[in-house]
């Protein structure tokens, strides 16, 4: 079975400063896909990122930015600068290959304050 | 916007009752996924549709089913609701084939469900 743990229920942080959201997965399996999705207050559940187990290379978008490591079973995610508008809840999930079923992490709602 | 439109954004209706939730996927999507999330139990996968068929069936109760139409939009069938039905209903799709690959899945806005 698969598992992913978010381990920081809430965050807050002042404008500007850098954040990273923690994701920690589990699975027997040699292939499997990780995701990140946004839920704004208006909640709406918004794709981020995709990251296969083959891949381990870091991805940047803009301020956005994931670090991938197998090695210890994490798929983290950091705001650089952070503004109002990043302000929702974050969730991290997981599925193999063969499987069409996201499993998600409770979600950490992340809070930006001016 | 994703391209996933779901019909209605919200719901009220007592307990015992019957509702019908609609997901249109996106233009060229194949297949359409149903999630719950609730508070106490967060975002769970009920049932995935492929082209029309079932194809994998997650934590959905028996008082639930679902349907794709030819048209490929959905249907989310929830019966003798429950207090503990309320919760936000989401509606994702992807590509989808006939084989074994992990497509993104786009949602949608969700149907938010209050049972009184």
């Known amino acids: 079975a698969q598992k992913v743990t978010q381990a920081q229920t809430e965050i807050s942080v002042v404008e500007k400063e850098d954040v990273t959201l923690d994701c920690v997965y589990e699975t027997r399996d040699t292939t499997y896909y990780l995701f990140w999705y946004k839920q704004p207050p208006s909640g709406e559940l918004v794709f981020l990122i995709r990251r296969n187990s083959f891949d381990e290379q870091n991805e940047i978008s803009g301020r956005y930015s994931w670090n991938f490591q197998k090695s210890t079973s994490s798929f983290n995610f950091t705001i650089t600068a952070s503004q109002v508008v990043d302000s929702a809840v974050y969730f991290c999930a997981l599925t193999v290959w063969g499987a069409q079923k996201l499993v998600f992490g409770q979600g950490t709602r992340l809070t930006i304050n001016p | 916007d994703s391209g996933v439109t779901q019909t209605p954004k919200h719901l009220i209706t007592a307990t015992g009752q019957r509702v019908t939730l609609r997901c249109s996927p996106r233009s060229g999507d194949l297949s359409v996924y149903w999630y719950q999330q609730s508070l106490d139990q967060g975002l769970q996968f009920l049932i995935q549709y492929y082209n029309g068929e079932e194809r994998a069936k997650g934590n959905i109760l028996e008082r639930f089913s679902a349907q794709q139409f030819p048209d490929l939009h959905s249907e989310l069938n929830l019966s003798s609701l429950e207090l503990g039905d309320s919760a936000l209903y989401f509606c994702?799709?992807?590509?989808?084939?006939?084989?074994?690959?992990?497509?993104?899945?786009?949602f949608g806005p969700g149907t938010r469900l209050t049972v009184l």
């Open positions: 994702a799709s992807s590509v989808g084939t006939s084989g074994g690959r992990t497509d993104t899945q786009y």
